[in-house]
């Protein structure tokens, strides 16, 4: 097989279009998957390989440093070498990592294995992105890409309830032996059945262009150089060190240790973060797309809802029922995980289209970077308190819930400083 197909052909057939979609969208569940799952098996984690709080901050944050460091070569490697074999060469390696994950003797290999997992899937989304900028108009994108992200959500869940089950039917190491199979075989789909976008061009009727375009490292030269772009990367990094340091980790100890949570209970609200993401993505895509000018308004209305957030559970932290966790956990779910793709959005509008996979892969580096640093960071605040029959007392949650609070303040105030043309023609 070639290693392209004419992007026409893509765009000109609607159900083609949408089975590559849904090859890339089962491929993002993965990867969302392999982020949060160590939030509901920290205590399984901590009995195999004998750890403290930062130790399994490190060991789940090992995904997040190969992550982030890629997604600058990743927006390079879309938009030059190909999305098509980026995403399913680098899947294969991520599949890799996962089996070896489950099959793990101990901490040190552990954390091999996640690393080679981060690293692998870290070439699925912005690739995925890039395809999706070639198959769809610009109206559509932000719609799309929270159709995408919705999917991350799907993934989310999954590693909520569900994990649960898998878990107490498989154990965790045949689990993750299971997901390192399935991503082998999305992998060859992907292979088989992805279009390869043209290099450098995100449009096809613009193949004939390419030759002029400048060289995808001049991109991003222009991209880190842009001022507009570093207020919406700080928001990035704030971002990421919120869902992924607290929802993607913390936030299941939280719910078991603070709140008295059983394991099945902390399942069944953290499964509300992928409700939320899977509601919220598409809903604020629209949203962005059809009823604001800017983009902004959309990013800095989540962003103040985060911050109420915040105040809402360091005020109740050891009074919130059960019942009350599930709307405010879902509204996690799409104000601080939704409204991503509309971030993404922005980020993309803000440079020309054939650096579409540069320019998201920048700010998404800021996102995983964040997760790399909060995750451990997180863990050795609460050591600072230290445990108490094996699991951290309500108190040790205090600190690192004021240190959420304060991220939040600065996600407000990133975005306030951001600054893009009115979309009022379109």
């Not at 997604?71 to 399913?88: E, H, M, N």
């Not at 069944?268 to 902004?296: F, H, Q, Y």
């Not at 599930?326 to 971030?343: T, Y």
């Amino acid at each position: 097989m070639a290693f392209s197909q004419p992007l026409a052909r893509a765009t000109g057939q609607t159900g083609y279009r949408w089975a590559v979609f849904a090859i890339l969208s089962l491929q993002y569940l993965l990867v969302y998957f392999h982020r949060v799952s160590p939030a509901l098996m920290t205590r399984e984690l901590v009995s195999a390989f004998s750890i403290s709080g930062a130790s399994l901050g490190l060991l789940s944050s090992g995904y997040f440093y190969p992550y982030a460091l890629m997604q600058l070569p990743v927006g390079v490697l879309a938009d030059s070498w190909g999305a098509r074999k980026t995403i399913a060469l680098f899947s294969t390696l991520g599949a890799a990592g996962a089996i070896l994950f489950g099959l793990a003797p101990n901490f040190h290999v552990a954390t091999a294995a996640r690393i080679l997992v981060g690293l692998g899937l870290s070439a699925v989304f912005v690739p995925a992105m890039r395809v999706c900028a070639g198959l769809f108009n610009p109206k559509e994108y932000a719609a799309v890409s929270g159709l995408l992200l919705a999917m991350g959500g799907v993934g989310w869940f999954v590693a909520a309830t569900p994990l649960t089950w898998m878990t107490a039917f498989f154990g965790w190491r045949g689990t993750f032996a299971g997901i390192g199979s399935l991503t082998i075989l999305l992998a060859v789909a992907t292979w088989l059945v992805v279009p390869e976008p043209p290099p450098g061009s995100v449009d096809a009727g613009k193949v004939n262009s390419v030759d002029r375009r400048p060289g995808v490292w001049t991109g991003l030269g222009v991209v880190l150089s842009t001022g507009r772009f570093w207020p919406l990367a700080g928001w990035f990094f704030f971002f990421g060190g919120i869902l992924f340091g607290f929802c993607g980790l913390w936030a299941g100890p939280f719910l078991m240790d603070v709140c008295g949570l059983s394991k099945s209970e902390t399942g069944n609200i953290l499964a509300m973060i992928a409700l939320g993401t899977i509601a919220g993505g598409p809903l604020l895509g629209r949203i962005s797309d059809r009823m604001v000018r800017r983009r902004k308004t959309v990013v800095w209305f989540a962003s103040l809802v985060q911050v109420i957030l915040w105040i809402l559970i360091f005020s109740f932290r050891t009074r919130l029922s059960y019942a009350a966790l599930f709307p405010l956990f879902f509204l996690f779910g799409i104000f601080g995980n939704g409204v991503a793709v509309v971030a993404f959005a922005a980020a993309k509008e803000l440079f020309p289209g054939w650096m579409a996979g540069t320019a998201v892969g920048s700010v998404n580096f800021f996102a995983f970077l964040s997760a790399a640093v909060y995750q451990p960071l997180t863990g050795w605040i609460m050591d600072r308190t230290g445990k108490t029959g094996g699991a951290y007392p309500p108190e040790a949650y205090t600190p690192a819930l004021v240190f959420f609070l304060i991220t939040s303040v600065f996600l407000l105030v990133c975005i306030s400083f951001f600054s893009e043309e009115s979309r009022m023609g379109d």
